[in-house]
C-alpha cells in the first residue's frame, strides 16, 4: 500500500472548508449537545459554527472519523420519508367526463431517461466524507437493490448519482464490528474514490481513483511533501494487519462460509430454537432503521379534496403489520417468524438473490438493541442446533 | 449467603411450580445486563443481579401471559414491581399467573448518562469498582464517581426495600446510599420557558425521532402495540410518514394514552436510540394527573386510574378553574 499524498490532521478542516464552496459534504460529526455521533451536512454543523464569531472552543459540533456513526448513512441515498409525486385532479365543468390528472415529481426528464451510466459527476455534487469501508459496501449491496434489476428507482439513481467517497480505514474497531466474518475488511478501499489510513499526526491517501485525482492536485496547499511519506509508509501494514487481528477475534460467527451459509440457514427453518433465542426482541425498528443494508418501504396515497401526494417511508419488517394480508391473515403474526425472517433476509434470501450476504458486519443493531439482542449469537445458536 | 446466591437459591425452590422465570443475565456489551426467560433448574446459574440491572423486566409480563399457560416468575426491582400493579389494577393480567419475586435494590447505573459524559463516545469498556467507575474509549479513559451515575429515579427512590406487593421477597445487601434529590427538578427547568419555548424545544428534540417505536414497545403498559392507532390501515388515523409532524403526533398519542398510568420506570428514555429526553414528557403529565386526580399509578392494585374511570364530580376539579 503506497501512500500517494498525506495531509496533517489539523490541516483537514480548511481542506473541506475549501471544497465545501463546490460540493455539499455529509461527515461524521460529533453533536456535544445530544451526545450522538452522526452523518450530518457540513453546511449545518461544523460549517454553520466556522462561519459565526464567537468563543471557538464551546462548538457543538466536532468531525469525529474514528469512532462509528450512531444510524447508518443510508439516509443520505435513501431519506426516511420523500414525496414520490404530487397529483391534483383538474376538473373543467364543460367537460365532465374528461378526467385531468396534473402530475409533479422531483424527478426531472433527465433523471428518468436512459442513459444514466454516465461517468461525469452530477451538478448535485456530493462528497461522503470519512465513510467507513462497511458503509461504503453497504451503499454498494443497497445499489443491487435499487439501482439494478427490473425496476430501477429514479429517485435513489439521482441521490446516488455522481457521489464522492472518501474513506477512512478503521485502525481501531470496536468489539461489536466484525465485518471481516462476513467477506469485508476495515481498510477495504475497493469502492471508494479516495481511501486514508490514519497514521502519527494525519491521513495517508492509499488510494486514489483517476476520477477525483483533481480533488488533490487543485487543493495541494493543504497536502504534505513526498519526501516525508518514507517515516509513515512502514507504519501502515502494521496498522492495518492490528486492526485485522482485534476484528478477528470474536466469539460469534467464527466460521461461517459466506458462500454455504444461504444452506444452512435455510435448514434451520424449522428449528424450535427460533423461539427460544428471540424471546427478548419486543419487535420494534431501532435496529432496522440504523441498519445500513435494510432497504425496505412502504408507499402511501394520501388525498384531500382534490390533491394530494403519494409518498414512501421506511418499513420494518419486525413490524406486525408487515406481512399482514388484505384477507386478514397474518403469516409472521409472532415475533420469532418475524425475527427469522429478518436474519434470513440478511443472510439468505438477499445471497440468492444478489449473490452477496447484506449484512456488513457494522454491528449498529447489536449498539442500539435496548434488550440485547446480537444477531451473529442468534445465526451462531441456530447453526449450532442443527 | 452472597444476594445473587440467595437469589438464585430461591428461583431454585420455586421453578417446580413455573412455567417461566424471567431474569437477568450477564451482556457482552459494557455496562449492559439482558432478560434470560429461563425452564429448567440448570439455566439458573445464568441469573445474574447487580447494580447493572436497569431494565424493567415487566415488558414481558403482558405478552408472556397471553403467549404461555400457568404461572410466570418475574425478577422484580421494587420499582419494577409497580408496572405489574399497574397492569393488575387495569385487570390486564391476572394475580395468580404472575409470580413477583422481588429483589431489594441498591440502584442501578444508567450506562446512557455515562454515554453522555463521554459526548456519544463508544464505551469498549468499563470497570465498576466500589465507587468509581473507569470507563475506556476508542482514545481516552475517564475516572467517574459512581454515585453521579446512577439512574434518575433511584435519586428520590422511597421504596428500594419495601416493594409495595410481592410473592417473594430476596433482601439486598447493601444499602441505597445515593444523595436525594428533588423529583420533578428538570420538568421545573422546562417550566420556566414560555409556551413559544417550550414548543420549540420538544420540536428540536422530535426532530431526531426515526418513529422506531422502541418507546412504545418496550412500555410494559403499551399492550396494544400490535393493534396501534398510529399504524392501522384501516382506519388511516395517521400517516406512516417519518418526519417531524407525524413523530410528534405519534409522541401525543403515546403520552396521552399513558397518562395516569406510566410508573416513570423510564425504559422508553433508555431504548430510544437517538436520545430523546421522554420521561421528561411522561412525569410533566404525570404530575398534573397528580394535582387533578391526588393518583398516583403503580402503588395499589385496588385503585383504578382516574383516565379509565370516572366520577359523576371531580373533588379537585373546580369548572371555573379547569387550568
Same mark, same amino acid.
Given at each position: 500500500?503506497?501512500?500517494?499524498?498525506?495531509?496533517?490532521?489539523?490541516?483537514?478542516?480548511? *481542506?473541506?472548508?475549501?471544497?465545501?464552496?463546490?460540493?455539499?459534504?455529509?461527515?461524521p460529526v460529533q453533536?456535544?449537545?445530544?451526545?450522538i455521533i452522526d452523518?450530518?451536512? *457540513?453546511?449545518?454543523?461544523?460549517?454553520?459554527?466556522?462561519?459565526?464569531?464567537?468563543?471557538?472552543?464551546?462548538?457543538?459540533?466536532e468531525i469525529n472519523l474514528s469512532e462509528k456513526t450512531k444510524?447508518?448513512?443510508? +439516509?443520505?441515498?435513501?431519506?426516511?420519508?420523500?414525496?414520490?409525486?404530487?397529483?391534483?385532479?383538474?376538473?373543467?365543468?364543460?367537460?365532465?367526463?374528461?378526467?385531468?390528472?396534473?402530475?409533479?415529481?422531483?424527478?426531472?426528464?433527465?433523471?428518468?431517461?436512459?442513459?444514466?451510466?454516465?461517468?461525469?459527476?452530477?451538478?448535485?455534487?456530493?462528497?461522503?466524507?470519512g465513510?467507513k469501508?462497511?458503509?461504503?459496501?453497504?451503499?454498494?449491496?443497497?445499489?443491487?437493490?435499487?439501482?439494478?434489476?427490473?425496476?430501477?428507482?429514479?429517485?435513489?439513481?439521482?441521490?446516488?448519482?455522481?457521489?464522492?467517497?472518501?474513506?477512512i480505514?478503521c485502525d481501531n474497531p470496536y468489539?461489536?464490528c466484525?465485518?471481516?466474518?462476513?467477506?469485508?475488511?476495515?481498510?477495504?478501499?475497493?469502492?471508494?474514490?479516495?481511501?486514508?489510513?490514519?497514521?502519527?499526526?494525519?491521513? !495517508?491517501?492509499?488510494?486514489?481513483?483517476?476520477?477525483?485525482?483533481?480533488?488533490?492536485?487543485?487543493?495541494?496547499?493543504?497536502?504534505?511533501?513526498?519526501?516525508?511519506?518514507?517515516?509513515?509508509?512502514?507504519?501502515?501494514?502494521?496498522?492495518?494487519?492490528?486492526?485485522?487481528?482485534?476484528?478477528?477475534?470474536?466469539?460469534?460467527?467464527?466460521?461461517?462460509?459466506?458462500?454455504?451459509? +444461504?444452506?444452512?440457514?435455510?435448514? !434451520?427453518?424449522?428449528?424450535?430454537? *427460533?423461539?427460544?433465542?428471540?424471546?427478548?426482541?419486543?419487535?420494534? !425498528?431501532?435496529?432496522?432503521?440504523?441498519?445500513?443494508?435494510?432497504?425496505?418501504?412502504?408507499?402511501?396515497?394520501?388525498?384531500?379534496?382534490?390533491?394530494?401526494?403519494?409518498?414512501?417511508? *421506511?418499513?420494518?419488517?419486525?413490524?406486525?403489520?408487515?406481512?399482514?394480508?388484505?384477507?386478514?391473515?397474518?403469516?409472521? !403474526?409472532?415475533?420469532?417468524?418475524?425475527?427469522?425472517?429478518?436474519?434470513?433476509?440478511?443472510?439468505?434470501?438477499?445471497?440468492?438473490?444478489?449473490?452477496?450476504?447484506?449484512?456488513?458486519?457494522?454491528?449498529r443493531?447489536?449498539e442500539?438493541?435496548?434488550?440485547?439482542?446480537?444477531?451473529?449469537?442468534?445465526?451462531?445458536?441456530?447453526?449450532?442446533?442443527? | 449467603?452472597?444476594?445473587?446466591?440467595?437469589?438464585?437459591?430461591?428461583?431454585?425452590?420455586?421453578?417446580?411450580?413455573?412455567?417461566?422465570?424471567?431474569?437477568?443475565?450477564?451482556?457482552?456489551?459494557?455496562?449492559?445486563?439482558?432478560?434470560?426467560?429461563?425452564?429448567?433448574?440448570?439455566?439458573? %446459574?445464568?441469573?445474574?443481579?447487580?447494580?447493572?440491572?436497569?431494565?424493567?423486566?415487566?415488558?414481558?409480563?403482558?405478552?408472556?401471559?397471553?403467549?404461555?399457560?400457568?404461572?410466570?416468575?418475574?425478577?422484580?426491582?421494587?420499582?419494577?414491581?409497580?408496572?405489574?400493579?399497574?397492569?393488575?389494577? %387495569?385487570?390486564?393480567?391476572?394475580?395468580?399467573?404472575?409470580?413477583?419475586?422481588?429483589?431489594?435494590?441498591?440502584?442501578?447505573?444508567?450506562?446512557?448518562?455515562?454515554q453522555?459524559?463521554i459526548k456519544g463516545s463508544k464505551i469498549i469498556?468499563?470497570?465498576?469498582?466500589?465507587?468509581?467507575?473507569?470507563?475506556?474509549t476508542l482514545n481516552k479513559?475517564?475516572?467517574?464517581?459512581?454515585?453521579?451515575?446512577?439512574?434518575?429515579?433511584?435519586?428520590?427512590?422511597?421504596?428500594?426495600?419495601?416493594?409495595?406487593?410481592?410473592?417473594?421477597?430476596?433482601?439486598?445487601?447493601?444499602?441505597?446510599?445515593?444523595?436525594?434529590?428533588?423529583?420533578?427538578?428538570?420538568?421545573?427547568?422546562?417550566?420556566?420557558?414560555?409556551?413559544?419555548?417550550?414548543?420549540?424545544?420538544?420540536?428540536?428534540?422530535?426532530?431526531?425521532?426515526?418513529?422506531?417505536?422502541?418507546?412504545?414497545?418496550?412500555?410494559?403498559?403499551?399492550?396494544?402495540?400490535?393493534?396501534?392507532?398510529?399504524?392501522?390501515? %384501516?382506519?388511516?388515523?395517521?400517516?406512516?410518514?417519518?418526519?417531524?409532524?407525524?413523530?410528534?403526533?405519534?409522541?401525543?398519542?403515546?403520552?396521552?394514552?399513558?397518562?395516569?398510568?406510566?410508573?416513570?420506570?423510564?425504559?422508553?428514555?433508555?431504548?430510544?436510540?437517538?436520545?430523546?429526553?421522554?420521561?421528561?414528557?411522561?412525569?410533566?403529565?404525570?404530575?398534573?394527573?397528580?394535582?387533578?386526580?391526588?393518583?398516583?399509578?403503580?402503588?395499589?392494585?385496588?385503585?383504578?386510574?382516574?383516565?379509565?374511570?370516572?366520577?359523576?364530580?371531580?373533588?379537585?376539579?373546580?369548572? %371555573?378553574?379547569?387550568?
Amino acid at each position: 500500500m503506497k501512500i500517494s499524498h498525506f495531509i496533517k490532521e489539523k490541516k483537514l478542516e480548511s *481542506w473541506l472548508e475549501k471544497i465545501s464552496k463546490g460540493f455539499i459534504i455529509y461527515l461524521p460529526v460529533q453533536d456535544k449537545k445530544r451526545n450522538i455521533i452522526d452523518f450530518m451536512k *457540513w453546511e449545518n454543523s461544523i460549517g454553520e459554527e466556522k462561519s459565526k464569531e464567537g468563543n471557538k472552543n464551546n462548538n457543538r459540533y466536532e468531525i469525529n472519523l474514528s469512532e462509528k456513526t450512531k444510524k447508518s448513512p443510508k +439516509h443520505i441515498f435513501s431519506p426516511p420519508t420523500e414525496n414520490l409525486f404530487e397529483f391534483e385532479y383538474k376538473k373543467d365543468i364543460e367537460k365532465p367526463d374528461i378526467v385531468n390528472i396534473d402530475l409533479k415529481t422531483p424527478l426531472s426528464i433527465k433523471d428518468i431517461s436512459n442513459d444514466s451510466n454516465k461517468k461525469e459527476i452530477d451538478s448535485d455534487r456530493k462528497i461522503i466524507f470519512g465513510i467507513k469501508p462497511c458503509d461504503i459496501l453497504a451503499v454498494k449491496r443497497m445499489d443491487k437493490f435499487f439501482k439494478k434489476g427490473d425496476y430501477k428507482d429514479p429517485y435513489y439513481i439521482k441521490r446516488r448519482k455522481g457521489s464522492i467517497f472518501i474513506s477512512i480505514g478503521c485502525d481501531n474497531p470496536y468489539p461489536d464490528c466484525f465485518c471481516k466474518l462476513v467477506g469485508g475488511h476495515p481498510f477495504n478501499f475497493e469502492y471508494a474514490d479516495i481511501g486514508m489510513v490514519k497514521v502519527d499526526d494525519g491521513y !495517508a491517501v492509499i488510494k486514489l481513483s483517476d476520477r477525483v485525482k483533481w480533488l488533490i492536485k487543485e487543493y495541494n496547499e493543504f497536502f504534505e511533501k513526498e519526501d516525508l511519506f518514507d517515516k509513515y509508509q512502514d507504519k501502515i501494514d502494521e496498522i492495518i494487519s492490528n486492526s485485522v487481528k482485534k476484528i478477528s477475534t470474536s466469539n460469534y460467527l467464527s466460521d461461517i462460509s459466506i458462500e454455504k451459509i +444461504h444452506f444452512t440457514m435455510e435448514k !434451520a427453518f424449522n428449528l424450535d430454537i *427460533w423461539k427460544e433465542i428471540t424471546r427478548n426482541c419486543i419487535s420494534c !425498528a431501532a435496529c432496522t432503521y440504523v441498519c445500513p443494508t435494510c432497504f425496505c418501504f412502504s408507499i402511501g396515497d394520501e388525498q384531500r379534496d382534490l390533491k394530494g401526494e403519494r409518498y414512501r417511508a *421506511w418499513d420494518y419488517c419486525m413490524n406486525y403489520y408487515y406481512n399482514l394480508e388484505a384477507s386478514g391473515h397474518n403469516p409472521r !403474526a409472532n415475533i420469532y417468524q418475524r425475527y427469522r425472517n429478518k436474519a434470513n433476509c440478511k443472510y439468505n434470501y438477499n445471497f440468492k438473490r444478489y449473490g452477496n450476504i447484506f449484512c456488513v458486519g457494522c454491528g449498529r443493531c447489536i449498539e442500539v438493541c435496548p434488550v440485547g439482542i446480537d444477531i451473529r449469537e442468534v445465526v451462531d445458536t441456530v447453526l449450532k442446533n442443527i | 449467603m452472597k444476594f445473587e446466591d440467595r437469589l438464585k437459591e430461591k428461583i431454585k425452590n420455586i421453578i417446580d411450580d413455573l412455567k417461566l422465570v424471567v431474569g437477568y443475565t450477564s451482556n457482552k456489551l459494557p455496562l449492559r445486563v439482558k432478560p434470560i426467560f429461563i425452564e429448567n433448574k440448570d439455566e439458573i %446459574e445464568n441469573i445474574i443481579f447487580n447494580n447493572l440491572c436497569i431494565n424493567n423486566l415487566a415488558t414481558y409480563a403482558y405478552s408472556l401471559s397471553q403467549e404461555v399457560d400457568g404461572k410466570i416468575g418475574i425478577i422484580l426491582k421494587p420499582c419494577d414491581v409497580k408496572s405489574i400493579i399497574q397492569l393488575l389494577s %387495569e385487570e390486564l393480567i391476572s394475580r395468580e399467573r404472575i409470580k413477583i419475586i422481588a429483589v431489594g435494590c441498591s440502584g442501578v447505573i444508567d450506562y446512557k448518562k455515562i454515554q453522555k459524559e463521554i459526548k456519544g463516545s463508544k464505551i469498549i469498556s468499563a470497570t465498576v469498582e466500589h465507587e468509581n467507575i473507569e470507563i475506556n474509549t476508542l482514545n481516552k479513559r475517564f475516572n467517574l464517581k459512581l454515585m453521579d451515575f446512577y439512574a434518575d429515579k433511584c435519586y428520590w427512590c422511597d421504596i428500594y426495600d419495601n416493594p409495595p406487593v410481592y410473592d417473594e421477597y430476596i433482601e439486598s445487601d447493601v444499602k441505597l446510599s445515593v444523595k436525594s434529590k428533588s423529583k420533578y427538578e428538570d420538568i421545573n427547568n422546562i417550566e420556566k420557558l414560555s409556551l413559544e419555548e417550550t414548543f420549540l424545544f420538544w420540536e428540536k428534540e422530535f426532530n431526531h425521532c426515526i418513529r422506531c417505536y422502541a418507546c412504545r414497545n418496550i412500555c410494559p403498559l403499551e399492550v396494544c402495540k400490535d393493534r396501534c392507532i398510529t399504524q392501522l390501515d %384501516e382506519p388511516y388515523w395517521q400517516s406512516q410518514r417519518i418526519t417531524l409532524k407525524e413523530c410528534k403526533f405519534f409522541q401525543l398519542i403515546r403520552v396521552f394514552h399513558l397518562a395516569g398510568r406510566c410508573v416513570e420506570c423510564g425504559e422508553c428514555e433508555r431504548a430510544c436510540p437517538m436520545n430523546i429526553p421522554l420521561l421528561k414528557l411522561m412525569k410533566k403529565v404525570n404530575k398534573e394527573i397528580e394535582r387533578l386526580f391526588d393518583y398516583k399509578p403503580g402503588l395499589n392494585i385496588e385503585s383504578k386510574p382516574p383516565l379509565l374511570t370516572f366520577e359523576k364530580i371531580e373533588e379537585r376539579i373546580k369548572e %371555573e378553574e379547569l387550568i
